[in-house]
């Protein structure tokens, strides 16, 4: 079955310093979707990613899905506090299963 | 969301109970979905349903009921809650389509004591 691996489980960070979270699958992806959680909060929709090699940008947020479609990030930079939370990775094998796959999230902490 | 709620927000019930956790959406959306989260697993998917009274089994459905009667509600019961079951369970929704964004519920946090 699908597995999706996302790394690092936690990150903290200083305030202004860069971050990156991945995602790896075992198979192929049609697309992966990006989520955040605040701390206390439920997971809220950021971005959705479809093509091979496609790079898309959020104000400090840079989302890439590489070019075999089997991998992902989110890089955001010069964190602020607003940034902290848990990221997660949402995606759906090329099989067209309907059981999207969270990958177990990144938890970003900030250092004031 | 607003347009989805899940009730109670907050459940402390015993071993061997059983409780239903409410999932009400205003969209109209077709998939309905729940999750539950815990340390160290992230969000697993329990149970999902593609429309009204068409439910199908996620990772982890074991001790899980579902049921959808109506396409605004997707309730799900544990039958004989165990302390295993103790977790925060979110509901999803979305359009008809994998590459719609899920929208969630604020969650019911669940302890079984």
């Known amino acids: 079955g699908q597995q999706v691996m996302q790394i690092p489980q936690y990150q903290h960070v200083q305030e202004g310093e860069d971050f990156t979270t991945y995602c790896n699958s075992s198979?192929?992806?049609?697309?992966i979707q990006w989520y955040k959680q605040r701390p206390g909060g439920h997971p809220v929709f950021l971005i959705q990613l479809v093509k091979s090699g496609e790079v898309k940008k959020q104000k400090r947020l840079t989302f890439q899905f590489g070019e075999a479609k089997k991998n992902s990030s989110l890089h955001i930079t010069a964190t602020q506090t607003t940034d902290v939370g848990t990221y997660f990775c949402n995606t759906i094998s090329n099989f067209g299963n309907e059981k999207l796959t969270f990958g177990t999230g990144t938890r970003l902490t900030i250092i004031p | 969301d607003a347009g989805i709620t899940q009730s109670p927000r907050y459940k402390i019930t015993e071993t061997g109970r059983q409780v239903t956790l409410m999932c009400h959406q205003t969209?109209?959306?077709?998939?309905m979905f729940w999750y539950r989260q815990d340390l160290g697993h992230g969000l697993r998917l329990i149970y999902y349903?593609?429309?009204?009274?068409?439910?199908d089994k996620g990772e982890v459905p074991d001790g899980y009921v579902v049921s959808r009667s109506k396409t605004e509600n997707f309730p799900l019961t544990l039958e004989s809650a165990t302390r295993s079951q103790t977790s925060v369970y979110f509901c999803?929704?979305?359009?008809?389509?994998?590459?719609?964004?899920?929208?969630f519920g604020n969650g019911t946090r669940l302890t079984v004591t």
């Open positions: 198979t192929t992806l049609s697309n």
């Open positions: 999803a929704s979305r359009e008809t389509g994998y590459n719609s964004p899920l929208h």
């Open positions: 349903s593609a429309a009204a009274d068409i439910t």
């Open positions: 969209w109209s959306h077709s998939y």
